[in-house]
């Protein structure tokens, strides 16, 4: 099979050389600045262009694979140069309609998970969700994300997005809090080694029970360490409104009375 990326960042680097690696022709990747479109293309033995007019072979390509960013996706459909191309992107959230005036036949392939250029992933644990306007377009996309992954599922447009919205407060959100976390270690002079036993044991917990194992000073109703805790943020506002909000839904959620922090 013979595809075209459009894209260089996290998500089209890890896929295009992922399927490279099984064998895929990589025919051209395609990006906004050259230097990234190269980098890439020498991984995976492919042409590089940094504007997609310069692509000569539009429609002979099996698929092409839209890995920009979700605002962006608009815009590569809109060239006008995809009208006889199957085309995909790789969004949680974009809904897959909006190409449907622009190519032969359209639809997503997502990965549920994070990635980042440089950071290794183990793509046959990556569950994958595709979804095609075409019958014939969906076996071949089902074709692709099976050489990559062991976990391959059909999912709309809609659905997408619901499982998009789990990813963003598993995955972005959890995030922020652990960065910020690093942050109030750094500003009180706390080694970050310190965190990781508590982390491990967290996440280990979280993976092997699905029970709702919730401990802490919300949970217990402890308001006066609460009270104690907003005041160490007094000088980080928005942690403190994150702070609250949290501890209020979490009291909520276990108690009957309502409290004042
Ligand atoms: N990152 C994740 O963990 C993840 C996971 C699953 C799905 N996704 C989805 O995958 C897509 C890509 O995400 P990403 O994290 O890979 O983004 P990214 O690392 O920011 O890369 C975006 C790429 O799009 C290129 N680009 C932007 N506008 C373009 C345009 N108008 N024409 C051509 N290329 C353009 C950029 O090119 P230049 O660098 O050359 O400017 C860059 O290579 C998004 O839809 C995202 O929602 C992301």
Redesign the pocket.
């Known amino acids: 099979m013979r595809i075209v990326v459009?894209?260089?960042?996290?998500?089209?680097t890890h896929l295009a050389q992922g399927l490279f690696h099984k064998g895929v022709t990589i025919d051209a990747i395609?990006?906004?600045?050259m230097e990234?479109?190269e980098a890439l293309g020498s991984l995976v033995e492919a042409d590089a262009f940094d504007n997609m007019k310069k692509y000569a072979n539009w429609g002979k390509e099996d698929l092409v694979l839209i890995?920009?960013?979700?605002n962006?996706i608009d815009?590569?459909m809109s060239s006008g140069l995809l009208k006889h191309s199957d085309v995909v992107?790789?969004?949680?959230s974009?809904d897959s309609k909006g190409m449907r005036n622009y190519c032969h036949a359209y639809g997503a392939f997502?990965?549920f998970?994070?990635?980042r250029k440089t950071a290794a992933v183990d793509l046959s644990l990556v569950p994958f969700f595709l979804e095609m306007s075409s019958e014939k377009g969906l076996r071949k996309i089902e074709e692709l994300a099976c050489l990559l992954s062991n976990s391959v599922h059909n999912l709309n447009s809609s659905e997408r997005k619901k499982l998009h919205l789990s990813g963003v407060f598993l995955n972005n959100f959890i995030y922020f809090i652990l960065d910020k976390t690093k942050n109030l270690c750094v500003e009180h002079g706390i080694s970050q080694d310190l965190l990781k036993p508590l982390l491990q044991q967290t996440i280990k917990f979280a993976l092997d029970y699905p029970e709702n194992l919730q401990t802490g000073p919300a949970k217990r109703g402890d308001v006066e360490t609460m009270k104690g805790h907003i005041e160490v943020l007094s000088s980080n506002p928005n942690l403190a409104e994150i702070y609250k909000t949290l501890s209020y839904l979490i009291y909520n959620e276990n108690h009957d009375d309502k409290i004042e922090l």
């Open positions: 459009i894209g260089s960042g996290n998500v089209a395609i990006s906004r600045k990234n479109a890995a920009v960013k979700d962006a815009e590569v992107h790789t969004s949680g974009y997502y990965p998970q994070t990635f």
